[in-house]
């Protein structure tokens, strides 16, 4: 265990959390604004008097939340909050702008493919970034138990 009993994760499961980050967030009730929806049309929705079905919530996933209020075991809940605690832990400690900003892209739910085009680099470069990424910080983690050891 790492800092105040955090796992400490290999480089390929840290990419793994950096893919599915946003993803866990939702499933935790954190709000999370998609990189997409920038269109004023898509967040204008309702003051647009666009038209609705006769139930207020027309998108099954609040429905299924407001409906089971627990979606996720207990079990889902922590692993889910220490991978998340992990990576904004150690997000933190990167210096390079193009690093801060491609992971902040991906981690709100951007494709490798779209950020790829925002930056002007090539997919494989945006994945060898994330990557590179994941490996800093599954040393910084490893780095932090043993400061926490000695």
Request: proline share 3%.
């Amino acid at each position: 265990m790492g800092k105040q009993g955090q796992k400490i994760y290999n480089a390929t499961e840290v990419l793994e959390i950096i893919d599915r980050y946003s993803h866990m967030k939702k499933a935790l009730g954190f709000d999370i604004e998609s990189p997409y929806a920038n269109d004023i049309m898509v967040a204008d929705y309702d003051n647009i008097g666009m038209p609705r079905g006769k139930y207020k919530i027309s998108d099954p996933t609040p429905k299924q939340a407001f409906k089971n209020k627990s979606i996720l075991p207990e079990r889902l809940v922590k692993e889910y909050n220490s991978k998340i605690d992990f990576i904004d832990e150690f997000s933190t400690h990167l210096k390079r702008e193009r690093d801060i900003t491609i992971l902040h892209w991906r981690l709100s739910g951007m494709k490798t493919k779209h950020i790829a085009e925002l930056e002007g680099i090539t997919e494989r470069h945006v994945r060898r970034i994330i990557s590179d990424i994941a490996k800093r910080m599954s040393e910084m983690s490893v780095m932090s138990e043993m400061s926490d050891v000695s």
